[in-house]
């Protein structure tokens, strides 16, 4: 199986910042990755397709970056309404999701 | 549009098992696959299988491989998560999820159903 390490686990960030979050994949994986944000009580909701593709909809405010075995998020300008938990996933071989980074407003 | 609607919360018995639907409601499945993807309180998701209902072919995480079965009615555009031997770590909201499988698979989840609790307490 692929194991997805995603860092950090948590973070707390002020509005306007931009924030970071890492994905590093046991094996290459190309760029078969994909990011998702799940606000609580809520289904996931796809952002970023094939590590930097930004789905339809999307504010370009978010991105992502990577290939092989390392892949970055970003989030240009945070604001309140992304307060949420983002997780990275890869289809290389079958379905791994990381662990999840859990965003907060300091 | 096209959402996926989920049979309603369970509460099972250790050792019992649960039968979860996902109906995609104004669509088929005709050119997707559908996923099933797990979430115990307070934790990350993980991936339990899926299929490709037009070729009737399902994957298993290895984790769940022999305790999960996978189905789907093409006659009803209904998928099917059939998970056995539950034990109280089995407690969780089950997730279905939807993307494209038309010619090539495109695995990103681009549609997801509402969830739907299952506990499993004695």
């Known amino acids: 199986d692929i194991q997805m390490t995603q860092s950090p686990s948590s973070l707390s960030a002020s509005v306007g910042d931009r924030v970071t979050i890492t994905c590093q994949a046991s094996?290459?994986?190309?760029?078969?990755l994909n990011w998702y944000q799940q606000k609580p009580g809520k289904a996931p909701k796809l952002l970023i397709y094939d590590a930097s593709n930004l789905e339809t909809g999307v504010p370009s405010r978010f991105s992502g970056s990577g290939s092989g075995t390392d892949f970055t998020f970003t989030i240009s300008s945070l604001q309140p309404e992304d307060i949420a938990t983002y997780y990275c996933?890869?289809?290389?071989?079958?379905?791994?999701f990381g662990g999840g980074t859990k965003v907060e407003i300091k | 549009q096209v959402q996926l609607v989920q049979s309603g919360a369970e509460v099972k018995k250790p050792g019992s098992s649960v039968k979860v639907s996902c109906k995609a409601s104004?669509?088929?499945?005709?050119?997707?696959?559908i996923s099933w993807v797990r979430q115990a309180p307070g934790q990350g998701l993980e991936w339990m299988g899926r299929i490709i209902p037009i070729l009737g072919i399902a994957n298993y995480a290895q984790k769940f491989q022999g305790r999960v079965t996978i189905t789907a009615d093409k006659s009803t555009s209904t998928a099917y998560m059939e998970l056995s031997s539950l034990r109280s770590e089995d407690t969780a909201v089950y997730y279905c999820a939807r993307n494209w499988c038309g010619g090539d698979c495109y695995w990103y989840f681009d549609l997801w159903g509402r969830g739907t609790l299952v506990t499993v307490s004695s």
């Open positions: 094996q290459d994986i190309s760029n078969y």
């Open positions: 104004g669509g088929t499945f005709s050119s997707y696959a």
């Open positions: 996933q890869q289809y290389d071989n079958l379905v791994t």
